[in-house]
């Protein structure tokens, strides 16, 4: 038993002792602790200000989508109040030029068109410049709108001077028209022809002898003087001649006349040369197949205005 402590001692003691490094008497060292909660604290506060930053985020968006519904609105706004200056001055003038109402159509289309669609920072942007153009394009026209206005309003008001004139004009000639047909009237009553020893007789054979008696009267003599007028027209003139029977027939021709509404009927017209110096005038009415009736026969003279100038009787035994 000693013998084999001893060679086991004796083999031993030929290799170098064993250390494993650790010293199973010494204290873990300090300060490992401390840089773990270090760690801790740095990833718990990296974990915080991750969550804070996506909560800034989330809040950004929200202000951000808000602050684009204010800036919407606003630009809406500015486009309604773009439409009711047009729709004023549409509401108080009558006549207001296309471009006006072209513009406000354009306005309306905008207005649907920005309520309809999503708002974006480009949509956003190019409706406020929009916008901006518009009211420089309003205020372009409304100026343009206002000159027409003005230049409409001058022209009223010279239109209605010279209405005024004309009326006026117009009055002053009705007047001197009034005054220049009483004088016409004057000058035609002035010139017209007036007669004198008016005078019907009853006649028979060739040499015209005077008679009293029906059954012997071939033809009616009706004689008369036209008396001068320096004022009346020369040339050919006609007369016209109506002899009523005691039965009221017109004898003659028996034609009728007109002129400026008056007709008569008349026996014969009779043609003279007038040289504005009297003038002697005869004619004659013959009798038809049967015999001049007994009675008083009415012998009328018309001028060639269709005017009765004479009246006479013969009577017929």
Known sequence: MSNNNESSTTKNAGLPAYN?????????????GVFSKIIILLLALATGGLGYYTYSLYQD????????QKQKTQVENELKALKNSYDRVVDENKNVSSDLLEARNKIRKYIDSLQAMKVNISALARY??????LAKERDFLLKKNDSLLKVNRSIRKNLDSISTQLSARSAKLDSLTQQAK?????????????????VAEGVKGSKNKITEKARATDKIRVCFTVEGNKIAKKGNRFFYIKVSAPSGAVLGANEEQSK????????????FIYSNKSVDVCDFISKATKDFEKGTYKITVYDDRLAEVGTSELILK
Do not use: H, W
């Not at 016409?184 to 008016?198: N, R, S, T």
């Open 61 to 68: 968006k929200e202000a951000t989508e808000l602050d684009f």
């Open 260 to 271: 400026a509404g008056v007709s008569i009927r008349y026996s014969t017209a009779t043609k």
């Open 128 to 133: 406020k410049n929009q916008a901006f153009a």
């Open 20 to 32: 494993s490094g650790i010293n199973t008497d010494e204290e873990p060292p300090k300060g490992g």
């Open 182 to 198: 009483k004088l016409k009237e004057v000058v035609d009553e002035g010139a017209a022809l007036q007669i004198a020893k008016l």
